[in-house]
């Protein structure tokens, strides 16, 4: 048995203390904040609540993983609801498509629906583009997502060395520009620049229509309860308001964390936070830069609003993702609006520009920068941006031993499916050394 010092309690670390500590480790969880979560504690002001990042996930699997290797299965902690849609996209053209989720067919009938208008459907364009990443999938789930291969094939070596970039792959797949949009859209909203995304990673169109998208009931906050009383379970010491301000080496190895508290001893540390805030790993995390969240406006709303899907994306100078959900008092709404791009006027005036005029019903609204979310999280929880095949990242191990690293700056991919794994792949690395 391990004495292990997770740093950070967002998902990725609550994820990889629940698993250690299930595998028979002495696991201690630091934590800055007075509460644990991270992005999944909710935005609260004036009764509304809403969710602090995005509020559905893909690979329900993951989830599912996680509870039933660290104790009780998830159905007996909380719902996972599946959306019949993934999110509707309305274009400048004022044409829109709902992106249905978990079904070939419904996306083939959804996209020639929306490009038959304007002559010869595309729907089939699209499904090829997604049936392309199936076999991608599976080469990089085996070997690189859910465990790593020392000798990947060649295969995977090449899939992960490969020049081309998302964007010259959607130029090629598409010559309607809506369906470009609709493939981008998960990575632009993530704070990425097409022309630096390897193609490859394009595979969330293939997870979207073959898994489909799910939500927390209750909202993310709940999956961060359910978490925070696994700790409870598995007896992990959780200090909250507690920063971890470095390692302290010996020999070149980890051997505690020091905090404002004091050191804490350690035979193994997990660094589920931006590894560039810890003076001892930020050498290595040097050439990777944070994806930038997005400007986001939380919106309490009262009376009568328009009934929208769990995600809509309004594409534009700046482009509107638009979120309702979270909780509110009787008779009111909960709506998140993220914005990328150029915003020259009042979010509610560029929503009312869409249509979607709610300035009457507004009774209260947070409005968030990016530094603002950044210094709230203590980070970026979008993890790494890309900068093409050679974008930098520390995960699962990192050149310093006995530390190792799980959380969006770890995995290439971000979002709670890749945070989850990375949590997976680290008990495997910890289980074997």
Same mark, same amino acid.
């Given at each position: 048995?391990?004495?292990?010092?997770?740093?950070?309690?967002?998902?990725?670390?609550?994820?990889?203390?629940?698993?250690?500590?299930?595998?028979?480790?002495?696991?201690?969880?630091?934590?800055?904040?007075?509460?644990?979560?991270?992005?999944?504690?909710?935005?609260?002001?004036?009764?509304?609540?809403?969710?602090?990042?995005?509020?559905?996930?893909?690979?329900?699997?993951?989830?599912?993983?996680?509870?039933?290797?660290?104790?009780?299965?998830?159905?007996?902690?909380?719902?996972?609801?599946?959306?019949?849609?993934?999110?509707?996209?309305?274009?400048?053209?004022?044409?829109?498509?709902?992106?249905?989720?978990?079904?070939?067919?419904?996306?083939?009938?959804?996209?020639?629906?929306?490009?038959?208008?304007?002559?010869?459907?595309?729907?089939?364009?699209?499904?090829?583009?997604?049936?392309?990443?199936?076999?991608?999938?599976?080469?990089?789930?085996?070997?690189?997502?859910?465990?790593?291969?020392?000798?990947?094939?060649?295969?995977?070596?090449?899939? /992960?060395?490969?020049?081309?970039?998302?964007?010259?792959?959607?130029?090629?797949?598409?010559?309607?520009?809506?369906?470009?949009?609709?493939?981008?859209?998960?990575?632009?909203?993530?704070?990425?620049?097409?022309?630096?995304?390897?193609?490859?990673?394009?595979?969330?169109?293939?997870?979207?229509?073959?898994?489909?998208?799910?939500?927390?009931?209750?909202?993310?906050?709940?999956?961060?309860?359910?978490?925070?009383?696994?700790?409870?379970?598995?007896?992990?010491?959780?200090?909250?308001?507690?920063?971890?301000?470095?390692?302290?080496?010996?020999?070149?190895?980890?051997?505690?964390?020091?905090?404002?508290?004091?050191?804490?001893?350690?035979?193994?540390?997990?660094?589920?936070?931006?590894?560039?805030?810890?003076?001892?790993?930020?050498?290595?995390?040097?050439?990777?830069?944070?994806?930038?969240?997005?400007?986001?406006?939380?919106?309490?709303?009262?009376?009568?609003?328009?009934?929208?899907?769990?995600?809509?994306?309004?594409?534009?100078?700046?482009?509107?993702?638009?979120?309702?959900?979270?909780?509110?008092?009787?008779?009111?709404?909960?709506?998140?609006?993220?914005?990328?791009?150029?915003?020259?006027?009042?979010?509610?005036?560029?929503?009312?520009?869409?249509?979607?005029?709610?300035?009457?019903?507004?009774?209260?609204?947070?409005?968030?920068?990016?530094?603002? /979310?950044?210094?709230?999280?203590?980070?970026?929880?979008?993890?790494?941006?890309?900068?093409?095949?050679?974008?930098?990242?520390?995960?699962?191990?990192?050149?310093?031993?006995?530390?190792?690293?799980?959380?969006?700056?770890?995995?290439?991919?971000?979002?709670?499916?890749?945070?989850?794994?990375?949590?997976?792949?680290?008990?495997?690395?910890?289980?074997?050394?």
């Amino acid at each position: 048995m391990a004495r292990v010092v997770v740093v950070g309690g967002g998902f990725g670390g609550l994820a990889s203390a629940a698993r250690l500590a299930k595998l028979g480790h002495e696991v201690t969880l630091l934590e800055g904040e007075p509460a644990l979560g991270g992005a999944l504690r909710p935005v609260q002001q004036d009764g509304f609540a809403w969710d602090a990042s995005a509020s559905t996930t893909l690979l329900p699997a993951v989830v599912r993983d996680l509870f039933r290797k660290s104790g009780r299965p998830l159905e007996r902690e909380l719902d996972l609801e599946p959306l019949d849609v993934v999110r509707e996209h309305r274009f400048a053209d004022e044409t829109s498509v709902r992106l249905p989720g978990g079904s070939r067919a419904a996306q083939l009938a959804a996209f020639d629906e929306l490009t038959g208008k304007r002559g010869r459907p595309q729907g089939q364009a699209w499904v090829d583009h997604v049936a392309s990443y199936g076999e991608v999938w599976e080469l990089l789930r085996r070997h690189v997502f859910e465990q790593r291969t020392s000798s990947p094939p060649a295969e995977v070596t090449a899939l /992960l060395r490969s020049r081309e970039t998302l964007h010259r792959r959607l130029r090629r797949s598409f010559a309607d520009e809506r369906l470009r949009l609709v493939a981008a859209h998960p990575f632009e909203a993530a704070g990425h620049t097409l022309r630096d995304v390897p193609a490859w990673a394009g595979l969330t169109a293939y997870l979207e229509q073959r898994f489909g998208a799910w939500r927390p009931a209750g909202g993310m906050g709940s999956l961060a309860a359910a978490l925070a009383d696994r700790m409870t379970t598995r007896r992990v010491a959780v200090h909250t308001s507690t920063p971890a301000l470095d390692l302290v080496l010996r020999g070149g190895r980890a051997v505690a964390v020091r905090t404002s508290e004091g050191e804490v001893d350690a035979d193994a540390v997990v660094v589920a936070t931006d590894p560039r805030r810890l003076p001892a790993l930020a050498p290595y995390a040097g050439r990777s830069m944070p994806a930038i969240p997005p400007f986001i406006v939380h919106l309490g709303l009262s009376g009568d609003v328009p009934d929208l899907p769990a995600e809509l994306v309004l594409h534009g100078e700046p482009t509107l993702t638009l979120r309702p959900g979270g909780r509110a008092p009787e008779g009111g709404h909960a709506w998140t609006v993220q914005v990328r791009g150029r915003l020259h006027e009042d979010v509610l005036l560029a929503l009312a520009r869409h249509r979607i005029d709610v300035r009457e019903q507004v009774a209260t609204r947070v409005d968030l920068s990016p530094r603002e /979310l950044v210094e709230r999280w203590n980070g970026s929880p979008l993890g790494v941006q890309w900068r093409g095949r050679s974008t930098s990242r520390l995960g699962p191990v990192t050149p310093i031993p006995g530390v190792y690293a799980a959380g969006a700056h770890a995995v290439a991919g971000d979002g709670l499916p890749f945070v989850g794994l990375s949590a997976a792949l680290v008990a495997q690395e910890l289980a074997t050394a």
